[in-house]
């Protein structure tokens, strides 16, 4: 029997085909919710950030599609959410919500004859418990990277990689609301354009990115600008992610002319890739904690497609230490041309920030 295309000169291709069909029912699910989107699918989490079924939701498709279609492997998976509060007696309706939508979303598939009761959906959840480290193979699994951006309408992505002996080796980027052919115009879709983009990577293998709903892999590839003054840069769209002011003065000082593209999730990392944008800044508050899950998929596409991927002091990030990245402050991502002009401006504001408080 011959192999799937996938599996051909791939070492991870049987893990890379299982984990683009676990991100593309994943975003079914988060299309229908969106566009249905009640106040009573969002929740507040402890830490005051928002949570709607569509993470929860997101989650338990990932979780059942890398079960069954990678039933001889040992599972593990870092994953954001868990059912802690899906178990209090005041969440039963959004339980069954949750559970209907899941079962509707793997019955319209039509891959797997399998039903799920709300104690399966909160296993399933909670199979996302794992710490990592860097032994063993462990999947990172962000269900709705972008929560906020899903709520308003606009960029999210569901997000998976594989962690293999403390190394990111795979990641998928499902980019429901970004076009398939970048229109100029990245945090919008247009009319005459395909929207929504499946990003893939394997590591030694390239990045690629194809219809979220199935087309031909195109390989993707980091734009080549050396000079930051044709560049243009990628944030975060809420602004407690990165302290814009930093940004704003790194730019400056790159004589980097064009506005700021502000996106919400990883969609950056996937726009990124394929040449929309040159640089990505993310320059947090101190003390912010940086998550595995909203960076490990994203940064190797991103490697894959030819780019680099650092902290502030130009050290590669760390997924293999737990659910946190160990790193320096700050996150950067652009090309091999423009990456030491961009860490020298970095270091340069950070110090001045430093001297000026």
């Known amino acids: 029997m011959s192999q799937p295309p996938e599996v051909a000169g791939n070492p991870y291709g049987a893990e890379l085909a299982a984990a683009k069909k676990a991100v593309s029912l994943a975003a079914r699910l988060c299309q229908r919710v969106q566009r249905e989107i009640l106040q009573s699918d969002v929740q507040l989490k402890k830490n005051r950030t928002p949570v709607t079924v569509a993470d929860y939701g997101s989650q338990v498709l990932i979780s059942l599609v890398l079960k069954m279609e990678l039933p001889s492997h040992s599972f593990s998976m870092i994953a954001e959410e868990d059912s802690e509060d899906l178990r209090n007696d005041g969440a039963q309706e959004i339980l069954s919500h949750i559970t209907n939508l899941v079962n ?3 019955v319209s598939d039509g891959s797997y004859e399998i039903l799920l009761s709300k104690d399966d959906v909160l296993t399933a959840i909670d199979s996302g418990k794992s710490k990592g480290g860097p032994s063993g193979r462990h999947w990172i699994c962000d269900p709705v990277d972008g929560t906020k951006g899903f709520i308003r309408g606009e960029q999210y992505a569901v997000v998976l990689g ?3 002996e403390g190394k990111v080796v795979l990641g998928v980027l499902g980019c429901p609301n970004l076009p398939l052919i970048s229109s100029g115009k990245q945090n919008s879709g247009s009319s005459d354009n395909l929207v929504g983009s499946l990003f893939s990577a394997t590591i030694g293998c390239g990045a690629e990115v194809e219809a979220i709903e199935g087309s031909k892999p195109e390989k993707i590839s980091v734009c080549s600008i050396s000079n930051p003054i044709d560049a243009s840069f990628f944030e975060s769209y809420e602004a407690r992610h990165s302290m814009r002011h930093l940004t704003s003065s790194i730019a400056k000082k790159l004589g980097v002319q064009a506005p700021p ?3 919400d999730s990883q969609a950056k990392y996937g726009a990124l890739a394929r040449g929309d944008g040159a640089i990505f800044m993310r320059i947090p508050h101190l003390g912010y904690k940086e998550t595995v899950w909203d960076n490990a998929a994203g940064s190797i596409v991103v490697t ?3 780019g680099m991927v650092k902290d502030a002091s130009g050290n590669d990030l760390d997924f293999s230490k737990g659910r946190y990245v160990v790193r320096d402050r700050g996150i950067i991502a652009t090309n091999k041309y423009l990456m030491p002009l961009v ?13 000026g408080a």
Not at 343 to 348: D, G, N, P, S
């Open 104 to 106: 509707e979303t793997i």
């Open 261 to 263: 593209v502000r996106m």
């Open 304 to 306: 894959e497609a030819g």
């Open 162 to 164: 594989l962690l293999d």
């Open 343 to 355: 860490l020298k401006a970095v270091q340069e504001v950070m110090k001045e920030e430093q001297h």
